[in-house]
C-alpha cells in the first residue's frame, strides 16, 4: 500500500486548510488511518485516526473542536479538515494505515505500518 498525501500550505491563523490521504496498491480492504505531525526540532506526534469503515474517530486534545478527520473508502481516500488553525500547529503532516486494528482506533505511530511522504502545514500569526 502506498500513502499520497497533500493540501497542505501557507495559511494565516484562523483560516482552513484540509489534507488529503489516498492510498493506492493493495487498496482490496480499506485500513485504519491515522494522523501525525512532525515539527522542527520535536517528535511525531498522533493528531487522528479513522476506523475502517469511519464509524469511529479519536483526537488529540489539542485539535478536539478544530479538526475534522472522515473518509470516502470509494476513492480509497482520508481527509483531515482543518479548522480555526493557529501557529502551533505547523508541522509537516503525515498519514499512515494500520493493516491489522478492524475496529480501533490506535494512537501509537509504531502500530501503523505504511506512511505517506509528508505535506508541509504552515500557519502565520
Known amino acids: 500500500v502506498q500513502l499520497q498525501a497533500s493540501g497542505g500550505g501557507l495559511v494565516q491563523a484562523g483560516g482552513s486548510l484540509r489534507l488529503s490521504c489516498t492510498a493506492s496498491g493493495h487498496t482490496d480492504s480499506s485500513h485504519c488511518t491515522g494522523w501525525f505531525r512532525q515539527a522542527p526540532g520535536e517528535e511525531r506526534k498522533f493528531v487522528a485516526v479513522i476506523s475502517r469503515t469511519g464509524g469511529r474517530t479519536y483526537y488529540a486534545d489539542s485539535v478536539k473542536g478544530r479538526f475534522t478527520i472522515s473518509r470516502d473508502n470509494a476513492k480509497n481516500t482520508v481527509y483531515l479538515q482543518m479548522n480555526s488553525l493557529k501557529s502551533e500547529d505547523t508541522a509537516v503532516y503525515y498519514c499512515?494505515?494500520?493493516?491489522?486494528?478492524?475496529?480501533?482506533?490506535?494512537?501509537?505511530?509504531?502500530?501503523?505500518?505504511?506512511w505517506g511522504q509528508g505535506t508541509q502545514v504552515t500557519v502565520s500569526s
Open positions: 499512515a494505515a494500520d493493516r491489522d486494528s478492524i475496529v480501533g482506533v490506535p494512537t501509537d505511530a509504531r502500530r501503523f505500518d505504511y
